[in-house]
């Protein structure tokens, strides 16, 4: 573990000049991203059906694939969740994501590619790995160990070759052997479901570890920190985890719980929003305090963006990065190396930047229909 974070820490602090790269070129990126992705595509079901081989323009993907909501490619997806393969993406997928429900389904299924892991979650996750470490050179975050406080983390099987769950237990199931070093507790603990239970589990476990981050939701999170309070008998965090320097955020506004955190916590620490949910890392804080989350254009996601006033139209329009203005609202429109084309992901966004671009959640579209 001594050895190891250091190299990590290394190679963390050697991206740097790739996010440099894909920041200041973004439309570029972006571009770049949706050939690839139409490229592989082109010999699924799908892709043959919209005639992928022949798209070689945003102008013309846009003209030729409809948008799509969860209930128009739920078909799709419980073929794919059978064992059929190469209908939405061109590699086998193995992973579902299960995630929140819409209206008429109780849950959605996301489709989780070997690519979606690699170049998106995994490498978002090291790009906002590497501009923590820009920001805070002198940090020791990777001397310690990271604490998930996730959703409910049970792992489900269709058959023999086909898994689903929620998107941290997807993460931590399939995530490197370096992470799963850096990681507390060991998985047997952080993939419990019932909560009571695994709250005081995942006390006891991590007690006694030096923990030097945290991730999860809010809630949850301080449920968990008062319970080791109780169990050490000490009244704030960094009496017990001296070497605590940061939590990770996201998901719901951290505004109402900031003061609880600080309080509890006993010292400053450093906060970081990120915007990562089953159907893809989006975007993460490059600057402490920043109000927004920089865009990830090179991650294996083509973004558009649907002013809100569009939806519920008969052939609603969409604007690329070129075209979006700071403050308005936009639902998120993404194709992605999981295989979702032209999908509303049911999240609105407001622009803070454009250079780079930055973004924050700003509601739900349901909110604005």
């Known amino acids: 573990m001594k050895l190891l974070s250091p190299a990590i820490s290394r190679l963390a602090r050697m991206r740097s000049w790739r996010i440099e790269n894909w920041s200041t070129n973004p439309v570029a990126a972006q571009r770049e991203v949706l050939?690839?992705?139409?490229?592989?595509a082109q010999y699924t079901e799908f892709g043959k059906k919209y005639n992928f081989s022949q798209l070689f323009t945003v102008r013309k993907f846009k003209e030729n694939v409809p948008i799509h909501e969860y209930d128009d490619i739920k078909p799709y997806i419980h073929r794919m969740m059978n064992g059929e393969q190469n209908i939405l993406w061109n590699t086998p997928i193995a992973w579902f994501a299960k995630s929140s429900g819409t209206t008429s389904d109780k849950s959605k299924f996301i489709p989780v590619s070997d690519e979606s892991l690699q170049d998106n979650h995994f490498q978002a996750s090291k790009d906002v790995l590497t501009t923590y470490y820009k920001n805070f050179p002198s940090s020791d975050l990777l001397t310690g160990k990271g604490l998930v406080v996730g959703g409910s983390?049970?792992?489900?099987?269709?058959?023999?070759?086909?898994?689903?769950?929620?998107?941290?237990?997807?993460?931590?199931?399939?995530?490197?052997?370096?992470?799963?070093w850096l990681r507390t507790p060991e998985l047997s603990v952080a993939l419990l479901d019932e909560w009571e239970n695994k709250i005081e589990k995942l006390a006891q476990a991590t007690a006694e570890e030096n923990v030097t981050s945290l991730a999860g939701v809010p809630t949850w999170t301080l449920l968990l920190l008062k319970r080791i309070l109780e169990i050490k008998g000490k009244t704030t965090i960094k009496e017990v985890w001296p070497n605590l320097e940061l939590y990770i955020h996201g998901g719901v506004s951290f505004t109402p719980y900031r003061e609880q955190f600080d309080k509890i916590i006993?010292?400053?620490?450093n906060y970081l929003e990120i915007y990562n949910a089953s159907e893809g890392f989006f975007a993460g804080q490059d600057l402490p305090d920043d109000d927004g989350m920089l865009l990830f254009t090179e991650h294996g996601i083509f973004y558009e963006f649907m002013p809100v006033e569009e939806y519920g139209k008969p052939n609603p329009q969409t604007i690329g990065l070129g075209k979006v203005e700071i403050g308005k609202n936009y639902a998120l429109i993404i194709s992605t190396n999981g295989g979702l084309w032209r999908y509303l992901v049911g999240d609105t966004v407001q622009f803070t930047s454009l250079?780079?671009?930055?973004?924050k959640v700003s509601g739900r579209l349901k909110h604005y229909m």
């Open 266 to 269: 006993g010292e400053p620490i």
């Open 153 to 180: 983390h049970q792992i489900s099987k269709v058959n023999d070759e086909i898994q689903y769950g929620d998107l941290s237990a997807v993460l931590m199931q399939n995530s490197p052997f370096w992470g799963q």
């Open 355 to 359: 250079n780079p671009y930055k973004i």
């Open 35 to 40: 050939q690839d992705l139409v490229t592989a």
